[in-house]
């Protein structure tokens, strides 16, 4: 039985006056692969940055209700919004490496950390290409820039970067939509692989994506969520008539 | 895809009432029947290569989906209707031309068999859910009256080897077509609701 990593109850959301987010409850499950989809602007990608309070830095952001990750609020103001970010990393939509060699992309976290052995630093780097499947295919040019990688590479990087810092949560906004069908299988089978050992939520347009990676799926719309069950049982025989005709394409 | 199956429900009962019609009747009909029964297997596979590039094409889902998985196990279904209408005119052939088999007993268990194919076909025709829950009874029955007849060859020493044979088959059959009968109700309480009604 798996246990709850992330659990939101009556997580609404505005910016200024507009609700973007309303009466959401979810329990995402640790070392599992959860896809939000939904139509666009219904709230997918605010959703998910809740979740490590990346939507802290909008101005007249107003969040109500309660976002735990295991079990404790994290929007309690004892909590340390940098060392949060650092247990629930995330990749964006765009892969966004810093113009900088891959070796230091790697490390940036790291040494912001102060963890400034070499030796250590080292071993991480490797361990986190390793872990984003990066590693063969750069382990003879650390030193040249991220920008002259391909972008498949450039997310895969963004990936080991994200996991460098030894996060538990590894949020994805969208991680495909920028590359091409080889580089999506990649990234894809990748997503497999780190649920082993962290839990991933992705948010997708692309409803096949969602069907094929994720174990569990929860679409939204206009801010709420309509259906949240296991991605078998939702492609398969969705209980809402909303969910029905968004996956089949009738609208969004 | 749908229309196929329509077709495919069509040929089905005339080929199985036509090997009944020859069971009962002892009309020669048997090289229509194996015709028309070849000519469902070549539906089905029709069927099946339209469920591929669907699939492959559109990467349904959902009801989408389900209406695929169900077409797939209805055509499978309607060829085997087919099938044992042509086993049936086959154990005509074999034993004694059919004129040994207890006629009487045949109607009766064909007129059932055959209201259940109906039933069948309207449920699919219709998208019916609730047929499947009445041939579930009607089935039961029709496997009564096949297990009722067996343990009566068993007890009746009069009846000859032929008589027994033949008539023992062709109920077999019967009883088989009358579980495809169930089977595709099933298929469409599946398509319709996303479950099987037990």
Known sequence: MKRSKIETRGLSLWFGQKQVLDNVDLNILENSITAIM???????????????????????????????????????????????????????????????SIYDNVAFGLRIQKRTSKEE???????????????????????????????????????????????????????????????????????????????????????????????????????????????????????????????????? | MSEILFE?????????????????????????????????Q??????????????????????????IKSNMKVAYDLARLGRYAYDIVQVLNFINGGKAADKAFLEKMSQKVLKMMRLSFTALRIREVGIARQLIEMDSEVDQLYRDYLKGVMSNPHLTPAEAVSTALIARHLERIADHAWYIAQAVSYMVTGTYIV
């Open chain 1, 38 to 100: 939904g139509p666009s602007g219904c709230g997918k990608s605010t959703l998910i940055r809740v979740f490590n309070r990346m939507n802290d830095i909008i101005p007249d952001c107003n969040v109500t209700g309660s976002v735990f990750l295991d079990g404790e609020d994290v929007y309690s103001p004892s909590v340390d919004v940098v060392a949060l970010r650092m247990r629930v990393g995330m990749v964006f939509q765009k892969p966004n490496p810093f113009p900088k």
């Open chain 2, 42 to 67: 070549g539906r089905y596979d029709d069927v099946e290569e339209k469920a591929v590039e669907l699939i492959a094409r559109y990467q349904p889902v959902a009801s989408d989906l389900r209406i």
């Open chain 1, 121 to 252: 630093t080292d071993k991480v780097v490797e361990e986190s290409l390793r872990g984003a499947a990066l590693w063969d295919e750069v382990k003879d040019r650390l030193k040249d820039s991220a920008l002259e990688l391909s972008g498949g590479q450039q997310q895969r990087l963004c990936i080991a970067r994200a996991l460098a810092v030894k996060p538990e949560v590894v949020l994805m906004d969208e991680p495909c939509s920028a590359l091409d069908p080889s580089a999506t299988a990649k990234i894809e089978a990748l997503m497999a692989e780190l649920k082993k050992n962290y839990t991933v939520v992705v948010v997708t347009h692309n409803m096949q994506q969602a069907a094929r990676v994720s174990d569990y799926t929860a679409f939204l719309y206009l801010g709420k969520v309509v259906e949240y069950g296991l991605t078998d049982q939702i492609f398969e025989n969705p209980t809402n008539k909303l969910t029905e005709n968004y996956i089949t394409g009738r609208f969004g």
């Open chain 2, 8 to 40: 495919m429900a069509d040929l089905a009962e005339r080929t199985v009432s036509a090997s009944l019609q020859a069971a009962t009747s002892g009309e020669e009909l048997g090289t229509q029947v194996r015709v028309w029964s070849n000519e469902l």
